[in-house]
Structure formats: C-alpha cells, structure tokens
C-alpha cells in the first residue's frame, strides 16, 4: 500500500511538473508587424532553441505568410518549418514543405538561394522516408515539379 502512495505521488508530482513546464512555452498570438524578415527568423530561432518549436513554427508561418513571395525567405521558412517536423517525428506532415524546398531551389534560374538549403531538405526528406513517412497526393506533386 506505501508503495502505490508512493508511486501516486510520484505520477502526481510528474504531471504537475509537466503542465508547469508546457505552459512556460505558450505560442504568441501574433508576430510584431514592424519585424524584418531576418528579425522574424531570428525570434524563431530563439523560440526553438529555447524548445519551444510551436512557436517558432508559428513566426515561420509568418515569414511566409508576409514575405513567402521573395523565393530566398521562403525556402528558409519552408525548409524550418520541414526540418521542426522531422525533429517531432511527424515526417509526413514535413515532406510536402521539403519537397517545396527542392522544387523551389530546381527552379531557380538566377541560383540566388543558398544550395546548403537543397542538401538539407534532401537528407532530412531521406530521414523521413527512412522512418516510414508517406507520401500524401499533395507530396507526389510536389515530387513531380522535379
């Protein structure tokens, strides 16, 4: 009986703990509309090193949204927010932003974004297929823009 108090005070204290620590890393409601885009990428930056990636996704989602016209911030904002889902596991979900990566890069004809982004939407598109990621309609064609 000591043993199952002791074992319910334990998960107790762990889930007071967890619902602690995950309310400390909320997402913002919004992004500064002042922010550059090297700003925006700067404060996502620091949210997901600061393991809280929702919110990095979130500023982004607003790298695209504002900015996603100009082909370099969109591969970096694409190519972040692929790469954020690998690292969560949901590789599915990540492989439509990848193969946008590289379709965008292909179809660069100036080479005006870095090509550091290609090789890293490749290997992290590998890693996602390598862990069993499918790929949805949207991503086959994406696939065939290539």
Same mark, same amino acid.
């Given at each position: 009986m000591k043993n199952i108090k002791k074992l319910?005070?334990?998960?107790?204290?762990?889930?007071?703990?967890?619902?602690?620590l995950t309310s400390c890393y909320s997402v913002p409601s919004e992004v500064p509309e002042e922010l550059t885009p090297d700003q925006i990428i700067n404060d !996502?930056? =620091?949210?997901?090193?600061?393991?809280?990636? !929702?919110? =990095?996704?979130?500023?982004?989602e607003a790298l695209l949204e504002r900015y996603g016209t100009d082909n370099n911030y969109r591969v970096v904002g694409e190519y972040e927010i692929g790469h954020l889902l690998v690292k969560q596991?949901?590789?599915?979900e990540a492989l439509p932003y990848l193969y946008d990566v590289i379709a965008t890069i292909?179809?660069?004809?100036?080479?005006?974004?870095p090509a550091k982004y290609y090789v890293l939407a490749q290997n992290d598109i590998d890693r996602a297929l390598n862990k069993g990621a499918t790929v949805t309609e949207e991503s086959e064609e994406d696939e065939e823009d290539y």
């Open positions: 319910l005070t334990i998960s107790a204290v762990c889930g007071i703990l967890c619902v602690f !996502a930056i =620091a949210f997901g090193d600061n393991n809280n990636p !929702a919110a =990095a996704k979130f500023y982004y596991g949901k590789y599915s292909e179809n660069d004809y100036y080479g005006s974004i």
